[in-house]
């Protein structure tokens, strides 16, 4: 079946500092790819997303790019804030079905 | 916009007894709603999917007679834990989602369940 890899947690960087958060999945089609973000308290919110190989999401200064060749969608930020510490799901969806989880990993972001 | 509400944000409960969590979208009608369930720094497990006015369906593994799932209006969905036992403490995730053909879903803040 469908699952998500990303890396363990938990990661901590200091303000400014370049965000790497890897993510593989592996599915029978050709899914959809998320990224979830979990600010402490408050429910999953969609980050940024990508439909179809070599799309690029992008927000609040985070992108992926969907790889089809690697099967990944690692999640990158330039200079990381305090604000960005969350816990952050990679996901994916075929057909608009269900979605499927990566386990997840805890950004802290220290001033 | 799509704002989920989850009722209660937690509660403590005696092993044996049942436990009622409401899941409400606030500002728009859901077609359909989620439940998750997640572990301690694991990731989200879907339980079932609920469908207004239809019965849920399940997950694998998932008992249904124990989490009995009532979708009973476009913005309300119940999950009810029965008989609930100290396995079942865990943090309970709905999310609701406008249209059957969107992939888009919208997360409520979870309700933590611990079962003495």
């Known amino acids: 079946g469908d699952s998500v890899t990303q890396m363990e947690g938990p990661v901590t960087l200091s303000e400014e500092a370049f965000l790497t958060i890897n993510c593989t999945y592996t599915?029978?089609?050709?899914?959809?790819l998320f990224w979830y973000v979990q600010y402490p308290g408050e429910g999953l919110q969609l980050l940024l997303k990508?439909?179809?190989?070599?799309d690029k999401g992008s927000n609040k200064g985070f992108e992926a790019t969907y790889r089809k060749e690697t099967t990944s969608f690692h999640l990158e930020k330039g200079s990381v804030q305090v604000s960005d510490s969350a816990v952050y799901f990679c996901?994916?969806?075929?057909?608009?079905?269900?979605?499927?989880f990566g386990q997840g990993t805890r950004l802290t972001i220290n001033p | 916009g799509a704002v989920v509400s989850q009722h209660p944000s937690w509660v403590i409960c005696k092993s044996g007894t049942s436990v009622k969590i409401e899941c409400r979208s606030l500002d728009f009608q859901a077609t359909t709603m989620f439940w998750y369930r997640q572990f301690p720094k694991q990731s989200l497990m879907l339980m079932a999917t609920?469908?207004?006015?239809?019965?849920?369906?399940?997950e694998q593994g998932v008992e249904k007679d124990k989490f009995l799932i009532n979708h009973a209006s476009l913005t309300l969905s119940t999950l009810t834990v029965t008989s609930a036992h100290p396995e079942d403490s865990s943090f309970y995730i709905c999310?609701?989602?406008?249209?059957?053909?969107?992939?888009?879903?919208?997360f409520g803040p979870g309700t933590r369940l611990t079962v003495t």
């Open positions: 599915a029978t089609g050709y899914p959809s």
């Open positions: 609920s469908n207004e006015g239809s019965k849920a369906t399940y």
């Open positions: 996901a994916l969806s075929e057909a608009a079905q269900k979605l499927v």
């Open positions: 999310s609701a989602r406008r249209d059957r053909d969107s992939y888009e879903q919208y």
């Open positions: 990508a439909t179809k190989a070599d």
